[in-house]
């Protein structure tokens, strides 16, 4: 006797509805032990997601720490808490303060394939293997020698794409799309999408078709990788540079192609999506266009390209790039960290293994410390330029690259490129 399909799907239901149950409580008594801060009230199976979809991640974060406070517990699905921190205080203490204790990482299990098992610096714990990579970078590539090597090629290339657009516009009546050229130049890079954290929230996503789907384009994603990196690996890299450090360490091929790809990846984003900010605040105001276009013609006279060397003498440009990346900072919300110990945040336990975000835009947008927050104002950055003093409070709040022992370990060559990009 066969069952009726609507009894095989009531079947299924119940049984769907049981395990899931039985995962809640389960996962909810392997918890870390600790008094979780309040936050909103979450409902079964989906926890809080049902409350940040209107709004991107870190601004429905910041309005609701408005209602439920500056530390606030989040559910992502029903069995994955974390702590978001959206104050100043208390992201010093677990960003600068408590850098150790607070700096293990927390990772999706699908970015595993395309990270050399999180073999990576952004993606690692903070323990021997990340101490030594990022040792490496910073001595090597980020060295101050190999970064001001490397300016003739940037000019180089700045005058490619200036030609490319005036060609451009002398074809098309005056048009030109520079967003297009900055698109190009820079190398936008396909990543996998969000559903890597919204697999996640639910237990039992990993068993549907889209997670498999999910993990197929992942596993596309190392293998081009792999493809495009695997034959440098083969060269012969200068003494000094980053590929010779990994060569020499003796790592497996997996870890060095994707150590390399991690910083292709992140300057090439962090820059391309900053300098296209940049263009489009410009471009809406005007009186701050004008203002850079003085600046550079009063400090430099009339040239035709700024060089790098010339970046730090434009007072005005760098008021422009801080406050872009206040205003959009590259990675709202920080990457996730993760106690590797027991702690405490102000005074209260936390648990070794709980999840930590600390809300980098929310900070940016406070309007204790930054007055008119939503407003562009490269001025707000320079000394006599507002009412406002540029003060320690607005200083300590501005982490476009986080703070503490995991702070990016490119920030001043990011911070460089994107200048010379945006003038």
């Not at 005007?286 to 009339?302: N, S, V």
């Not at 070794?352 to 410390?369: D, P, S």
């Amino acid at each position: 006797m066969e069952m009726s399909p609507l009894l095989v799907c009531a079947t299924v239901a119940i049984v769907f509805a049981t395990t899931t149950i039985i995962r809640i409580l389960f996962s909810s008594s392997s918890l870390p032990q600790m008094k979780w801060p309040s936050g909103p009230r979450k409902l079964p199976i989906i926890g809080n997601l049902h409350q940040l979809g209107d709004d991107v991640l870190h601004v429905a974060l910041a309005k609701l720490a408005k209602v439920h406070g500056s530390v606030m517990t989040i559910w992502i699905g029903s069995w994955r808490p974390v702590i978001v921190i959206s104050d100043l205080e208390k992201a010093w203490e677990v960003l600068v303060n408590k850098s150790a204790d607070y700096g293990a990482r927390d990772m999706p299990e699908i970015t595993k394939i395309a990270s050399a098992s999180w073999h990576t610096i952004s993606t690692s714990d903070a323990g021997p293997f990340w101490q030594n990579v990022r040792k490496g970078l910073q001595s090597g590539a980020m060295g101050p020698f190999n970064v001001a090597a490397q300016n003739q090629y940037q000019e180089r290339d700045m005058k490619r794409l200036i030609k490319a657009m005036s060609d451009e516009a002398a074809n098309n009546n005056g048009i030109v799309k520079p967003l297009d050229h900055i698109k190009r130049t820079l190398s936008d890079i396909i990543r996998i999408s969000g559903y890597a954290r919204l697999a996640e929230a639910f237990y039992y996503a990993k068993y549907l078709p889209s997670h498999k789907k999910a993990e197929r384009e992942a596993f596309l994603v190392k293998c081009r990788v792999e493809e495009l990196v695997r034959p440098l690996l083969s060269s012969n890299p200068p003494t000094n540079s980053y590929l010779y450090f990994l060569l020499s360490q003796n790592f497996e091929e997996e870890v060095i192609i994707f150590c390399i790809f991690e910083l292709y990846l992140l300057g090439v984003d962090s820059t391309s999506s900053t300098t296209t900010w940049a263009l489009a605040y410009l471009i809406r105001e005007q009186g701050a266009q004008e203002k850079l276009y003085q600046d550079i013609r009063m400090t430099l006279g009339d040239v035709d390209l700024v060089k790098i060397e010339d970046v730090n003498k434009l007072k005005y440009l760098q008021g422009v790039v801080k406050e872009t990346m206040r205003m959009k900072p590259i990675a709202p919300l920080a990457i996730p960290h993760k106690t590797a110990k027991e702690t405490t945040l102000m005074g209260t336990k936390v648990a070794k293994g709980t999840r930590i975000m600390v809300n980098l835009y929310a900070l940016h947008h406070n309007q204790n410390i930054w007055p008119d927050p939503y407003k562009f104002m490269p001025e707000r950055f320079l000394e006599g330029e507002t009412g406002t003093a540029y003060n320690k409070a607005m200083e300590q709040s501005f982490l476009p690259f986080s703070a503490g022992m995991r702070i990016c370990a490119g920030m001043d060559l990011g911070k460089l490129q994107f200048a010379f990009c945006s003038c």
